[in-house]
């Protein structure tokens, strides 16, 4: 069964940073690109980063432009796990953050896991 867990939400101060984590069950890494959205209440879900590698090698990224130079996506394929570090975390970024991937023509979400910024 395909499926997502992340971890690594909490509470940060402005300007502090979170290292989020995404594992991935029932399908590969090395075939398919996995991406970090975020959705605030009230708020549209909006694409943060996202990650495609074959065998840790060839790695392609995606920043969303407000993003970029903060954030970090990593992948290891090993473990199935793709990483989101978040630096000057801002509050309007406070969200929650779930990873996806479009498998066989459906996407999959995670449950994602929650990020609070304090100001």
């Known amino acids: 069964e395909i499926h997502f867990v992340e971890s690594g939400g909490g509470l940060v101060q402005a300007g502090g940073s979170l290292r989020l984590s995404c594992v991935a069950f029932?399908?590969?890494?090395?075939?398919?690109?996995i991406g970090w959205f975020r959705q605030a209440p009230g708020k549209e879900r909006e694409g943060v980063a996202c990650?495609?590698?074959?065998?840790?090698?060839?790695?392609?990224?995606y920043y969303e432009d407000s993003v970029k130079g903060r954030f970090t996506i990593s992948v290891d394929n090993v473990k199935n796990t793709v990483t989101l570090q978040m630096n000057s975390l801002q509050p309007e970024e406070a969200a929650v953050y779930l990873c996806?991937?479009?498998?066989?023509?459906?996407?999959?979400w995670g449950q994602g896991t929650q990020v609070t910024v304090s100001s």
């Open positions: 996806n991937a479009f498998i066989n023509q459906r996407w999959y």
């Open positions: 029932g399908f590969s890494f090395d075939d398919y690109a």
């Open positions: 990650i495609s590698s074959i065998d840790g090698t060839d790695v392609d990224t």
